[in-house]
């Protein structure tokens, strides 16, 4: 397969054939690891640095196990006890990085626009796990990985994206995303938590839940972000749940067969109800989290295939 870049930063300007040649790659290693077998050589030789500014055990410990299941040498960063807690400058911790001569870096930053200004400091490919309310591709790919082995496709689909959409890299990516390949997207919430500039990423804006879900095929649901909000921008938590959480009475007004979705970490009783949450056919919650490493199995490969060869 072709990608056309040396790092993956966002899934803004990817062409379909690159998305679609991913999501193919990630679906032959999601069969691979349900088979139970590896390809542990083929980044033998090869160093992955998780570097993880924000806290995130789900999207860590996923590109940590996607890196040993190809066969790489995984090391985790911990920010919260380097050097850089203790002053040290993002272009000084890519000086550092450099001399430790690594192959593939994952980083997560606050900022948006970190990765991309590491990736153009190291010799590494670079991936970005989420950087500030920017994008988080991966995240993408693997929902809509999820999505495809659900539906058999991504074209037509009727997807609503609902709750704090303003604050969410994760939104950002899907409506990349899923409206490059076809997909109808809607984004729902309340007005404080749209951004102004929705309309013109190709979306459907809603602001009532049931008319916003109305004949969807997938319904993704977003937590409040309150770490990024300033006040004042939503209610309580019950009176949010209330207008704009997911319960079997919204979900009704989707179609029948529709799949629920999440990012993690799920605020059980704020966007989401836990029959939902937990619901035997209709939330693909745990298999998004399979498909999380799937999909950066295939991101690693694609990325390691354009490194220097290994002397």
Same mark, same amino acid.
């Given at each position: 397969?072709?990608?056309?870049?040396?790092?993956?930063?966002?899934?803004?300007?990817?062409?379909?054939?690159?998305? =679609?040649?991913?999501?193919?790659?990630?679906?032959?290693?999601?069969?691979?690891?349900?088979?139970?077998?590896?390809?542990?050589?083929?980044?033998?030789?090869?160093?992955?640095?998780?570097?993880?500014?924000?806290?995130?055990?789900?999207?860590?410990?996923?590109? #940590?196990?996607?890196?040993?299941?190809?066969?790489?040498? $995984?090391?985790?960063?911990?920010?919260?006890?380097?050097?850089?807690?203790?002053? #040290?400058?993002?272009?000084?911790? =890519?000086?550092?990085?450099?001399?430790?001569?690594?192959?593939?870096?994952?980083?997560?930053?606050?900022?948006?626009?970190?990765?991309?200004?590491?990736?153009?400091?190291?010799?590494? =490919?670079?991936?970005?796990?989420?950087?500030?309310?920017?994008?988080?591709?991966?995240?993408?790919?693997?929902?809509?990985?999820?999505?495809?082995?659900?539906?058999?496709?991504?074209?037509?689909? $009727?997807?609503?994206?609902?709750?704090?959409?303003?604050?969410?890299?994760?939104?950002?990516?899907?409506?990349?995303?899923?409206?490059?390949?076809?997909?109808?997207?809607? $984004? $729902?919430?309340?007005?404080?938590?749209?951004?102004?500039?929705?309309?013109?990423?190709?979306? #459907?804006?809603?602001?009532?839940?049931?008319?916003?879900?109305?004949?969807?095929?997938?319904?993704?649901?977003?937590?409040?972000?309150?770490?990024?909000?300033?006040?004042?921008?939503?209610?309580?938590?019950?009176?949010?749940?209330?207008?704009?959480?997911?319960? =079997?009475?919204?979900?009704?007004?989707?179609?029948?067969?529709?799949?629920?979705?999440?990012?993690?970490?799920?605020?059980?009783?704020?966007?989401?109800?836990?029959?939902?949450?937990?619901?035997?056919?209709?939330?693909?919650?745990?298999?998004?989290?399979?498909?999380?490493?799937?999909?950066?199995?295939?991101?690693?490969?694609?990325?390691?295939?354009?490194?220097?060869?290994?002397?």
């Amino acid at each position: 397969m072709t990608y056309p870049r040396k790092h993956l930063l966002a899934i803004e300007g990817l062409e379909p054939p690159h998305i =679609a040649d991913l999501l193919d790659l990630a679906e032959s290693y999601a069969l691979l690891n349900r088979s139970g077998k590896t390809q542990r050589d083929l980044l033998k030789g090869r160093t992955l640095i998780n570097l993880f500014f924000e806290d995130s055990t789900r999207t860590r410990t996923s590109f #940590e196990l996607a890196g040993k299941r190809l066969g790489a040498d $995984v090391i985790n960063m911990s920010v919260s006890t380097s050097s850089v807690n203790k002053g #040290e400058t993002l272009l000084d911790t =890519a000086s550092t990085l450099n001399a430790m001569h690594c192959d593939l870096l994952v980083v997560r930053h606050g900022q948006s626009g970190a990765p991309s200004l590491l990736s153009q400091k190291v010799d590494a =490919a670079v991936i970005n796990a989420g950087d500030g309310t920017h994008e988080h591709p991966t995240q993408a790919l693997l929902d809509a990985l999820t999505i495809r082995r659900h539906k058999g496709r991504l074209e037509g689909l $009727v997807v609503a994206i609902c709750g704090d959409i303003a604050h969410s890299r994760v939104a950002r990516s899907n409506m990349h995303l899923l409206t490059t390949m076809g997909s109808r997207v809607r $984004v $729902v919430g309340p007005p404080t938590l749209i951004p102004a500039e929705a309309a013109r990423l190709g979306v #459907e804006v809603f602001h009532d839940m049931k008319a916003g879900l109305a004949g969807a095929d997938v319904v993704m649901m977003l937590r409040l972000q309150r770490e990024r909000m300033s006040g004042g921008m939503v209610p309580s938590a019950r009176e949010f749940f209330r207008f704009y959480g997911l319960d =079997a009475e919204k979900l009704a007004h989707a179609k029948p067969d529709s799949i629920v979705m999440h990012p993690g970490p799920m605020n059980r009783g704020v966007e989401i109800d836990s029959a939902i949450a937990d619901h035997p056919t209709r939330s693909v919650i745990g298999e998004q989290v399979e498909m999380g490493v799937a999909c950066r199995m295939a991101v690693l490969d694609v990325l390691a295939r354009q490194l220097p060869r290994n002397s």
